[in-house]
């Protein structure tokens, strides 16, 4: 008999594989699709030559993940690229305000009526970026954090709407750029809880940078299954489970799932019937003949670039999408991995994407909007398109099957879900059946490719069998 079964080979389950499998475990894992990754896999997905990341693509949460940080990775082939910038947020008159990892550069992007505000907003947090992410990407219910006076001056402003912690800048570009940040948990900015991502992003550009690894994000998975099987692990792809009477024997099984789909596997009928699934996002991925020709100089050196000018216009597109309207003018978070990584495109030539918010399973296509929006920060871009790989909330859940209706955070941003997930329960990786866990981004800290869901649910199964003898 296997010590774990582990069903889905995202990062998560693979994490959670390789913390059990460390620990001497017999641990093998299935996944339906024909390869590991989940939601970090890079394929060809427009001309040959020109690899994408269909998922997760920049990984400033991976780069400075505990549990990462703790395997070596690196000797199994994941190498992480810098840009010069972060992130970039353009504005229409050609300027910017930038994430550097410089705080200086970046509050003095801001102006210099806000330069002196953001300096003191993340003065408390600087140089403490270990810490930091070993209290707030770790469960509640997981014993006192290491660092409780930071964890509650940090909570005090995690916990407000992203729209309230900017009222304290006094122009435009700082509030935008929070805002913007905030908008990777797709959720109104005037939801509590939404300057928590904002500020944790931030800390992170300076802390750890935003980067990407070098030939996409399969790298991360498949340094992942690699140290697994280094480890006496096994992987099987191609494998779709639907019962669980179809895996092998084993004491322990953990998923890397959403609680859908494992209430449905396990038999464990309605005990996620209040878990919500948020709004979704309608993705392009660009083949291009040539780099993004952004108006902003800082846009051409940055990773990542976000489009919408304002906090009001980016909270307003976020409104839109989580009470299930489109968008007209949408906020757009944009990429462009190939400024640092020549293996994802031909020579001379460039990969590019980006996503707006949409309500969760609308089959419309907003390619038009999107593009119109690009065009106002990087006029004749669409001279440029070679070919496009566009996907809406149906064709995101086909690719990964997490994504329910499209939702690419595995749950909605938005009450007490935002901090309670997949329900209230003392451990929120346990279910009902005392042989099954969860351990996917449905449960606490959350969306992101960071492994530490798996981490947290390891050492749950971990407790369990050693409990049990």
């Not at 427009?46 to 505990?66: E, F, I, Q």
């Not at 410089?102 to 600087?126: H, I, Q």
């Not at 219910?141 to 001056?153: I, K, S």
Request: glycine share 12%.
């Amino acid at each position: 008999m296997l010590d774990a079964v582990v069903v889905g080979a995202g990062p998560n389950g693979l994490t959670a594989a390789v913390e059990l499998a460390r620990r001497g475990l017999a641990v093998e894992v299935f996944e339906a699709a024909g390869t590991i990754g989940g939601g970090a896999r890079t394929e060809e997905l427009t001309l040959p030559g020109y690899r994408h990341d269909p998922c997760s693509a920049v990984h400033p949460l991976g780069v400075g993940s505990p549990a990462f940080r703790a395997m070596p990775l690196a000797r199994h082939g994941l190498e992480w690229l810098h840009p010069e910038l972060p992130l970039a947020h353009p504005f229409p008159d050609g300027t910017a305000a930038v994430l550097a990892r410089s705080v200086g550069e970046t509050a003095m992007s801001l102006g210099p009526r806000d330069a002196g505000t953001y300096r003191r907003l993340v003065a408390p947090y600087l140089g403490r970026w270990d810490t930091l992410a070993r209290d707030f990407l770790r469960t509640q219910w997981n014993g006192l954090p290491a660092d409780p006076v930071g964890w509650a001056r940090f909570g005090l402003h995690a916990a407000q709407p992203v729209s309230l912690l900017t009222r304290r800048f006094r122009d435009e570009k700082a509030r935008a750029i929070l805002a913007g940040m905030a908008g990777h948990a797709i959720a109104p900015t005037s939801g509590l809880g939404t300057a928590g991502p904002a500020l944790l992003f931030a800390l992170a550009g300076h802390a750890v940078g935003w980067p990407v690894p070098r030939g996409g994000s399969q790298a991360i998975s498949d340094a992942l299954g690699s140290y697994l099987r280094e480890q006496g692990g096994a992987i099987h792809v191609g494998v779709e489970v639907k019962r669980l009477d179809e895996l092998p024997p084993a004491r322990a099984y953990v998923f890397d799932t959403s609680p859908t789909a494992l209430a449905r596997i396990a038999g464990l009928g309605d005990a996620y019937r209040r878990f919500r699934y948020g709004a979704s996002v309608f993705k392009i991925d660009y083949a291009l003949d040539g780099p993004v020709p952004w108006t902003a100089p800082e846009a051409r050196r940055a990773g990542t670039v976000h489009v919408g000018p304002t906090s009001g216009e980016i909270g307003a597109a976020l409104r839109a999408a989580t009470k299930g309207h489109a968008p007209a003018v949408p906020f757009l978070i944009t990429a462009q991995p190939s400024l640092i990584d020549d293996s994802r495109a031909p020579a001379g030539k460039h990969t590019f994407w980006a996503y707006g918010h949409v309500p969760r399973g609308w089959d419309g296509d907003a390619t038009e909007a999107i593009e119109r929006q690009i065009e106002r920060f990087a006029p004749g871009f669409r001279d440029l398109v070679l070919a496009r790989a566009v996907a809406g909330p149906p064709r995101i859940a086909a690719r990964n099957a997490n994504y329910v209706d499209g939702d690419i955070a595995c749950g909605a941003f938005a009450g007490l879900q935002t901090v309670i997930r997949p329900k209230l329960t003392r451990v929120p990786y346990t279910t009902a059946h005392p042989s099954v866990f969860l351990c996917s981004s449905a449960t606490p800290p959350g969306p992101g490719v960071h492994g530490m869901s798996g981490h947290h649910a390891a050492r749950a199964v971990w407790r369990r069998l050693r409990g049990h003898g």
